[in-house]
């Protein structure tokens, strides 16, 4: 202010959400600290659309359940909040106790990805194994695609089922060369679903797909007398091809034949549809 005349209002908290809140209670000049053993009295009386990622959307569902304050929100048990507003209530009720604990990163920091996977809840039931190709399928081209715009291969390919009464069954499998290609992710998905015997509990209402143990691109791979690793990279080539189309023209310019089996399934665009919620809280 005394340099340039410029006036600026400071929050001051142990935790990210309470220090931005702490910042707009007082403007355009003025220092608010938020403190543990005050942060009861000073926040939790304000409304619940003062807190971070509570927008209009959120605020009216909240509105629905006569929850108004941000201590309304606080209040609320872990499970009925992630039914009201999904997995991103749970997010916003630590937000709200003053829980959160992610650290303060730079702007252009990026957090190193252990894993990349998609999960879908179907809009009918999986009852059969085409189905569930058809649904692994549409998965793996988004799990396979994002691992490529990161530069990415994965050893590790794992699959979750969830059954109509709500039970998740998971498995994985470590691969012998890493692969980012579809058809590799996709081979591997169902030779688990099979061998776990995962298609005699259907129908299925969720289905997951996870690739972890990534390693890059670039890293040297152990070479094989029997040309495997060329045949692979010409797959991934084929692969990236089809990507690029995609990318100029839009995700259905191409299908492949196995995404199409159901109809009523192929509706979706699992890699575009994806929308991972505020990254440092679930890393944090």
Wanted: aromatic share 6%; net charge positive; glycine share 6%.
């Amino acid at each position: 202010m005394r340099e340039l005349g410029i006036t600026v209002s400071i929050g001051v908290a142990n935790n990210k959400p309470f220090a931005k809140l702490g910042s707009d209670l007082k403007k355009p000049d003025a220092t608010t600290r938020v403190a543990p053993e005050d942060y009861r009295e000073k926040v939790w009386p304000l409304r619940a659309s003062e807190l971070l990622y509570v927008g209009p959307a959120t605020m009216e569902k909240l509105a629905k359940y006569n929850i108004l304050t941000i201590g309304d929100l606080a209040n609320t048990s872990p499970d009925w909040i992630q039914g009201a507003l999904g997995k991103v209530g749970p997010m916003l009720r630590t937000f709200a106790r003053g829980e959160d604990r992610s650290p303060v990163m730079r702007q252009d920091a990026e957090v190193p990805a252990k894993s990349v996977g998609n999960s879908t809840t179907t809009p009918i039931d999986i009852e059969t194994v085409l189905d569930a190709r058809c649904t692994f399928t549409m998965l793996a081209e988004s799990v396979s695609a994002r691992m490529r715009e990161n530069g990415f291969r994965s050893k590790c390919i794992g699959i979750a089922v969830r059954t109509k009464d709500l039970l998740w069954h998971q498995a994985q499998r470590t691969i012998r060369y890493p692969t980012s290609s579809t058809a590799e992710i996709i081979k591997t998905a169902m030779e688990l679903l099979v061998e776990k015997h995962y298609e005699l509990i259907t129908p299925f209402r969720g289905m997951g797909l996870q690739c972890s143990q990534l390693s890059s691109k670039y890293a040297p791979l152990q070479l094989d007398m029997f040309d495997r690793e060329e045949q692979l990279n010409k797959i991934e080539d084929l692969e990236n091809s089809i990507q690029g189309l995609r990318v100029r023209y839009g995700h259905h310019i191409i299908r492949l034949g196995t995404a199409i089996l159901n109809p009523r399934l192929a509706v979706t665009n699992p890699k575009d549809d994806h929308r991972p919620p505020a990254a440092a809280y679930y890393y944090g």
